[in-house]
């Protein structure tokens, strides 16, 4: 853990120096930081709060304020499920439930084994799709409460050819 | 910025207006490059289409043409957002002389067959192109209403251009509204602007050159005044500013600069949601362009005018779509609203005169330089000018992304350019204005779509989301629903709304469980009016409008929920029936 810890301030470092020079880019330095390591580590913030010179308190109220920052890793698979309106209307809620069924956690939380992570987002901006699911990355349209089954075993063996 | 003597600035002025040849010069290269193609395939690969696979389609078209040697007769072009995203992805083939033919949902495999059945046939044979079944039946007729009955001016060269290409869009006039503009005096630009009429996108519809005069008379402070673009786009179901950004960063980028130009604006946000990265790279590749090319920076063309553009992005909070906390985030700071006045254009981001415009607004300034202010005024209706980019979804046939004059009716909308629903169901409402906005029931489809009329009604345009319902839509059900997100978005600063909501919510869950009474429909009314008139930011006063209107047009849907029936006290209500817009199928 403790090389954890030097690796991931050393690395947050380094993403911070374009950042330094520039005004109010405390929420950038941290869209790197997440993109980086999918959540905002502790031990970022530290690190954060001593190169751009902003108080930890005010650093982690910003960082609960925005619905995008993790405090937490969240599981290696991240299923975003859309609940915008375009998404909600065409049957949207039931997906969620679906997915909430399936892997037996509700949304917002990561399965015990680590693996997959639920989440509600609002609209992805391809609602001619809707009800839409992205699972990293990967797009899923019109997906009805019965692709979810489908969907989750398609990563768990994905990522079990991984070695996940 | 720094300070320069005489002599740098005269070198500067004279590298800008050799940048400014170059660019020109861009622009005609570009019509010498695409004069010897014999034809074009458009695809779209905007957000939607993307999804759907357009990169593997785009792939499969270039391999296929290389496959039969005519690579460097045909120009495969991928383009932002063609509109029908429901039935992307999207292709266009274009064989000169001849109707281009739009495909949907095309695949690889769909895409080798379009090369070897329409675009080799239509090259080296003369006469008729004959497609198989497989592809005339996923063709798309150009002619629909949904391509015929639209107006474009935002949307103008999305799906007809290569976004990234700096050298298309000068071909297709370009950064001529800027250069234009750098020709005026200040005051005849904001002149041009004011006499136009364009008015806000971003849901409040304030006149933009009345805003741009009020930055222009507030004095630098510390030498400096800004222009933000707000691409927060927080309406959940609703992507017209994603696309305009992704397929139009340029004409964004100009809009903006003609504003800066015209207010003494010295620098310029973007601040654009993280959720959408194709939005986000196309504006920094447009910056990174226009930085190269001497559209940005000093001196800009050989003129005494600097500036300067930089991104920042959302984080996923709706509240920072309202200017106020939007500048807050981009400080990096919690984006919770503050009381207005003093109001951005006195003092706003970093405590300096700021001016916020929409996406949509900024595409529409460029256009406006070129063609002239009775150009624009002449589209739309006496107090709306111009078009509306709408993204009509929800239970429509033809969902996708629109721009219509101002003023086309709600019918022209869903039944006309949406085709009615999808369902085959009768129509019952559109909800514009997301999560601020209200309802337009189907006994109100002559109503014009403009924003005195859609205020009048409860709704307001807002940025442009449109979503069908049908039949089977439960308008309580609807109104919880946003409600519901307005309440999770509520920044909490003023009771108002975060107490206010909490109770309307609670009382909304309790009328759509079968608990609900008379009682509880007259206390959410009386809260909704106290959230209007006592909330801080335009958040937590707009937000009870999906509610009250669903009840004014709909009453009969919550009293059919109550345990004791008939609200009493309200005033009868002409009933609002659903009128069957498939008839004439
Ligand atoms: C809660 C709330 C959310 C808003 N969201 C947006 C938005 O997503 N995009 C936008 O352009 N304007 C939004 N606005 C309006 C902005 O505050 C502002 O009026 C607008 O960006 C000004 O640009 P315009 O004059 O070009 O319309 C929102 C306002 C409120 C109160
Ligand atoms: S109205 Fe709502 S969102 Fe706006 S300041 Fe008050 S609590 Fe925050
Ligand atoms: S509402 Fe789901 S993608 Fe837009
Ligand atoms: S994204 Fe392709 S048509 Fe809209």
Redesign the pocket.
Known sequence: MADDKVKIQEDTRKMLVKWKTKRGSLIMALHEIQGAFGYVPWDSMEVVAEELKIPMAQIYSVLTFYNHFKLTAPGKVVISICDGTACHIKGGQSVIEAFEKELGVPAGTTTEDGLFYIQIVRCLGCCGLAPVVVVNGKTYGRVTPLDAPKIVAEWRETMAKEGA | MVELSQEQIEKLKALGRTQKENLIKMGEDFKEKVKNFKASIYTCNATSCHSGGAASVLDAFRESLAATGLESDVRVVCTGCMGLCASGPLARVEIKGKKPVLYQHVTPDMARVIVSEHVVPALKTEGEIKTSDYLKKQELSLDLPFFTKQRKIVLRLLGHSDPEDLGEYIANGGYQGLMKALTMKPEEVLDIIKKSGL????????P?GT?WEMLAKSPLVDGEKFM?C??????PGAYM?SCILGGGSHAVLEGMMIGAYATGATSGWFYI?AEYPLAIQRMELAIKQAKRYGILGRNIFGTDFNFMADIRYGAGA?????????MSSVEGKRGT?RPRPPFPTQKGLFQKPTA???????ANVGPIMVNGPEWFSEVGTATSKGTKVFAITGKVKHSGLVEVPMGTTVGEMVNDIGGGTSSGKPFKAVQTGG??GGVIPASELHMPLCYEELKKIGSMMG?GGMIVMDQDDSMVEIAKFYLGF?VD?SCGKCAPCRIGGYQMLQLMKKIADGKGTKADVAKIKEIGNAMKKASL???G??APNPVLSTMKFFKNEYDALLIDGNEPDAPAEKEVKACNINTKK
């Open positions: 008015r806000g996108r971003g849901g409040g519809g304030f933009t805003k933000i707000n691409g927060d786009e927080g309406d500013d949601r709706f509240v920072c779509g309202e200017e106020t906390a939007l609203p916020i415009n929409n996406v949509e607004t900024l999560p601020s940025s307005t978005e930011c335009g958040l006063q707009t």
